[in-house]
């Protein structure tokens, strides 16, 4: 590790979000070979990652959309999703619709975090299907019907 933040510190603040993780979701987090949990949301491709750098933080993030080409209209759409938001924000990078949130470390128990992937995974649920139909992309999942 670098920056000051030793192994055992990174460890430690892990093995905290996998206990709140576990709890939250009833024993069945598991990890990754990047070291994050993924999740799943309706078509939503979703994780919870611990970062150090540049603070310590839990994020939780999610693909809401693939294959989208970047455009002026795409943005738009981006931008008032971003309006609405209470706290993340969603983006375009490289042709996948991103949504985001942090929790500060010092503000990561089972309610923050729960919100957090609550937050996170319906909004890219929600823009993920508009946005891949809109623009000749693709969800993580496929639809599911009848939901």
């Known amino acids: ?71 002026a209209r795409l943005l738009r759409e981006l931008n008032e999703a971003n309006s609405h938001l209470v706290e993340g924000r969603a983006y375009w990078r490289g042709g996948l619709v991103v949504v985001e949130t942090s929790v500060e470390a010092d503000q990561v128990n089972a309610t923050s975090l729960s919100l957090a992937c609550m937050a996170v995974a319906s909004t890219a649920d929600d823009l993920g299907v508009l946005l891949a139909a809109m623009y000749d992309g693709s969800t993580p999942y496929p639809a599911e019907i009848g939901a």
């Open 1 to 71: 590790m670098q920056n000051g933040v030793s192994r055992m510190q990174f460890d430690w603040f892990s093995a905290y979000v996998d206990s709140l993780l576990r709890e939250l979701w009833d024993g069945h987090a598991y990890r990754d070979d990047d070291g994050d949990w993924p999740f799943r949301r309706g078509t939503a491709a979703c994780w919870v990652a611990v970062r150090p750098y540049p603070r310590w933080r839990v994020e939780v993030f999610a693909h809401a959309a693939s294959g989208v080409k970047q455009s």
